[in-house]
């Protein structure tokens, strides 16, 4: 993960999303709950990557000791969502290079192998209707409709191969891919070729030609991560 640099995208007062909830009466009382929170505060994009999370403002805002805290923002540091920096404190995380790299390289193992996997009577209706959001936010230009459809569609075809397991190792892996698109432009050009694209994979593999679509899946993944390395901010020496 990069570090972050002093004074950037850092947060120490109330964080909005976050403490709107608890005002709101719907304090969490646990580690897994206040983890919940976090979690969809980054996700939706209301904590950016880079944002500092101060203990005692977060604390005091869902009226919760700073152990429970600490127990919420290990549950996320293992999930590579937020990274704790050495005398500098707890932060949103931002995937480098090298950790995109990554994340493509286990994709390309594990979706591809997925299509493989036989079928089963309504599995190809969830992906259709992913395909179709997918193509329908691309025809409206609303780039979170297609970046949802997107994410959704790659984590159904996780699940074809049925593990939960697996289907874990998917979420964590998109949940870091998230804060990768919440550092870039929000460009509706560079995400419609993704609902595309999904879609002619779908059609490969609902015409029975697995081996095929899990090939052309097998090179999607391989230039969306030279296109997402590329739109990606520039890494600054040392991070």
């Known amino acids: 993960m990069n570090v972050v640099e002093p004074g950037q995208s850092q947060s120490s007062g109330p964080l909005p999303g976050v403490v709107d909830s608890a005002a709101n009466g719907t304090h969490a009382h646990t580690g897994s709950a206040v983890a919940q929170k976090l979690r969809a505060a980054i996700m939706d994009g209301r904590l950016r990557p880079g944002a500092k999370l101060s203990e005692q403002s ?3 805002a869902l009226g919760v000791s700073r152990n429970t805290l600490r127990e919420a923002f290990a549950a996320l540091g293992a999930e590579r969502i937020i990274t704790r920096i050495p005398n500098r404190g707890v932060f949103v995380a931002k995937p480098s290079f090298a ?8 994709r390309r193992v594990l979706e591809p192998a997925a299509l493989l996997q036989d079928r089963r009577p309504g599995d ?3 992906l259709a209707e992913a395909v179709r959001q997918g193509l329908a936010a691309r025809d409206r230009l609303e780039v979170a409709g297609m970046a949802a459809a997107n994410q959704r569609f790659h984590a159904l075809v996780v699940a074809l191969a049925q593990s939960s397991r697996l289907d874990a190792l998917m979420a964590h892996i ?8 919440h550092a870039m432009a929000d460009e509706p050009s560079f ?3 993704f609902s595309t694209q999904n879609a002619q994979i779908f059609s490969l593999w609902n015409e029975g030609q697995g081996a095929l679509a899990a090939a052309e ?7 969306a ?3 997402v390395l590329a739109a990606m901010p520039a890494e600054r ?3």
Not at 99 to 106: A, F, G, P, S, T
Not at 174 to 181: G, I, N, P, Y
């Open 99 to 106: 950790d995109v790299q990554e994340m493509y390289r286990i």
């Open 124 to 126: 190809g209706q969830p």
């Open 237 to 239: 020496a040392g991070s």
């Open 174 to 181: 998109q949940a870091e891919m998230r804060l990768v698109f």
């Open 191 to 193: 995400h419609a070729p």
């Open 225 to 227: 991560q030279t296109q």
């Open 58 to 60: 977060l604390g005091e």
């Open 217 to 223: 899946l097998g090179h999607y993944l391989e230039a």
